[in-house]
């Protein structure tokens, strides 16, 4: 018997209740907002065609290799009695300091989704209003969508949401948190795992239905023939030379940033969460698979469903001038100002209005579960804490985040600052540690033996270089350049903003630092009770697998 | 829609599909996949009860 075994604690714990679960748990926590609505507007804007090189190399280099990662330090922090991250770090790098690491693996998916939560709310509120036919009245007129919009989510105006009768996206973001906190209650196995294993297959097959749909549209407009599929599909993946030629356009460091960061982004690497999942496998259950059957579910959804209906259904309905760069850059203009009005001329628009924003919402629920289980997981082996308790703790927690994020809706201030700081540069910070623990401070052989342990796909050997020189520096290049570009962009837009809406920045950063600090101080306390109830042994990394050499001397 | 275009769109979406369908395919035809059950659906984790 395997130390892991003999380390195990008393308590049963969680486990996934089978294979093709986890998988679609992963999956369906990676496939989101980003896959529909991010990457064709990014991909149409950096080149269309030509994007996709710099993509899938960084796929390559960048993507699966860290995924393969993540799957793997969860399995081993899990054989070693830990799901949570600052666990599962102690045992990772056994140092006094390593727990606290794992406080951005917490903060991260904890922050996420106190605004990711509300953007869920308004798909589920679209689809609604879509089959009620609520939009019928603005006849496809994208202005009439704009000023909606803004309305809907209290663009005008801090506190607009609040005030008066009860807004409809206040009652949908009631639902939607409800119910993520209903199915994170009912455990691992009863809740997330089942819905998942129910929605993820829905969303892709209702997106299929609706890319059959985009592709036999035809030319829809009879006022405007060129407008055709043929060249709404020519718009989103010509190749669109930008800088006089091809090798010029890839030398452009720009487009390798871009196309990283979606990559990165996309597969929710870094958010702590692949690593909380992985963690409920047992020591000797495959991850190079299941890893990479995750990451390729993530990317069918993105490139062959949102890169052929995105994009291309927005150029087959909407006049050239709307297509701009600001509408295509924006996920919110283009998803739920560009997009409504699309749904309103097209034939049947009513019912392919009503399923696409439908999919947003399952795509959005499974990724917003996934972001509660981490922290569900570190307040019960952490502090000891009962399922009920756990829930209702961090229900308190997000609840008063997603408040701050409703009342100081001005110009979706509050929602901006946390994207950035905890969706962006937090996750930046975290992938580059958790890769430099992996393949530094673990050891590259270890982590090899690690990852081979059960699994039914061999792993090339060159991922263990590129796990221990490239992703690294990769990670820090990008993150430099991306520092370089959205600092001095973001200091100049807080300077440029008013009194009223420079003290809703503060206090947004007030609140990440005191959660930060609160999520250090639990660490803290947790580390003190692991080591009171003997837990702190487990820190004893599982042994390195014998050489064959070694074997042959033993026998 | 220019043939550059319909290469980079063919070999993108090809790729990708294949290697969903090679990765579906092998979880789902390897035997140990299939019978890879940990946990029973009702599964007492023991942490539904209060403190």
């Not at chain 1, 830990?82 to 727990?99: D, E």
């Not at chain 1, 455990?187 to 829905?202: D, H, M, Q, S, Y």
Request: charged share 15%; aromatic share 12%.
């Amino acid at each position: 018997m395997s130390n892991a075994n003999t380390m195990r604690p008393a308590v049963a714990r969680e486990n996934w209740g089978s294979r093709l679960g986890v998988i679609l748990a992963v999956a369906g926590s990676a496939v989101g907002l980003g896959n529909f609505l991010r990457f064709p507007g990014l991909a149409a804007i950096n080149g269309g065609g030509i994007f996709m090189i710099p993509y899938f190399v960084s796929l390559l280099v960048l993507g699966i290799p860290i995924c393969w990662v993540e799957w793997t330090i969860g399995r081993y922090g899990g054989a070693l009695g830990f799901n949570s991250a600052p666990g599962i770090f102690s045992v990772l790098w056994p140092n006094r300091v390593s727990k606290y690491l794992g406080a951005l693996a917490l903060i991260i998916p904890v922050g996420i989704y106190m605004y990711y939560v509300y953007i869920e709310a308004w798909c589920l509120a679209y689809a609604w209003d879509y089959a009620r036919g609520t939009f019928a009245s603005y006849a496809g007129d994208v202005g009439a969508y704009r000023n909606h919009f803004n309305e809907f989510v209290g663009m005008p105006r801090n506190g607009l949401l609040l005030h008066g009768r009860l807004q409809e996206g206040v009652i949908f973001l009631a639902v939607v948190f409800a119910t993520n906190f209903f199915l994170i209650y009912r455990g691992l196995t009863r809740g997330i795992e089942t819905f998942c294993k129910f929605a993820v297959p829905l969303l892709i097959t209702v997106g299929i239905v609706i890319l059959v749909r985009v592709l036999t549209l035809g030319a829809p407009d009879p006022a405007r023939p060129e407008h055709n599929v043929n060249a709404a599909l020519g718009f989103m993946w010509n190749p669109k030379i930008q800088h006089g030629g091809i090798w010029k356009d890839l030398a452009n460091p720009e487009l390798w940033l871009a196309a990283s960061g979606q990559i990165f982004f996309s597969l929710s690497v870094g958010f702590g969460i692949i690593l909380n999942y992985a963690s409920y496998l047992k020591a000797d259950d495959d991850v190079a698979l299941s890893g990479l059957t995750a990451t390729a579910t993530n990317e069918f959804c993105e490139v062959c469903l949102a890169g052929l209906i995105t994009v291309p259904v927005a150029f087959l309905f909407l006049e050239p001038q709307t297509l701009n760069k600001q509408t295509l850059g924006s996920s919110f203009s283009l998803g739920f100002i560009a997009l409504p009005s699309v749904f309103a001329r097209m034939p049947a628009g009513q019912l392919f209005g009503t399923l696409w924003f439908f999919m947003l919402f399952l795509a959005a629920i499974t990724s917003s579960l996934s972001m509660l289980q981490p922290a569900i997981a570190f307040l019960e082996e952490g502090l000891g804490m009962g399922r009920r308790l756990s829930v209702t703790c961090l229900g308190m927690i997000t609840a008063l985040g997603g408040l701050l994020v409703v009342y100081f809706s001005k110009q979706l201030l509050a929602l901006d600052v946390l994207d950035f700081w905890v969706g962006t540069v937090f996750i930046f910070v975290l992938a580059t540690a958790q890769v430099i623990l992996f393949g530094w401070a673990f050891g590259i052989e270890r982590a090899r033996e690690e990852i081979q342990r059960g699994a039914e796909l061999r792993v090339p050997g060159f991922v263990w270089y590129v796990v221990k020189y490239v992703s690294p520096v990769y990670l820090i290049v990008i993150f430099a350049m991306w520092l370089r570009i959205n600092v001095p962009a973001k200091i100049r837009e807080i300077r440029e903003l008013t009194t009223e809406d420079r003290g809703t920045v503060l206090l947004m950063l007030l609140f990440i630092a005191v959660l930060l600090v609160f999520f250090l101080l639990m660490i803290n306390l947790a580390g003190k009770r692991w080591r009171a109830s003997g837990r702190h042994l487990v820190q004893k990394p599982l042994p390195t697998p014998a050489s064959p050499q070694e074997k042959e001397a033993a026998s | 829609m220019t043939t550059a275009g319909w290469i980079l769109m063919l070999v993108s979406c090809g790729f990708v599909l294949a290697l969903t369908v090679f990765c579906f395919a092998r979880v789902l035809r390897t035997p140990k996949a299939t019978e890879h059950m940990h946990a029973p659906l009702e599964i007492d984790t023991h942490d539904t009860d209060e403190e």
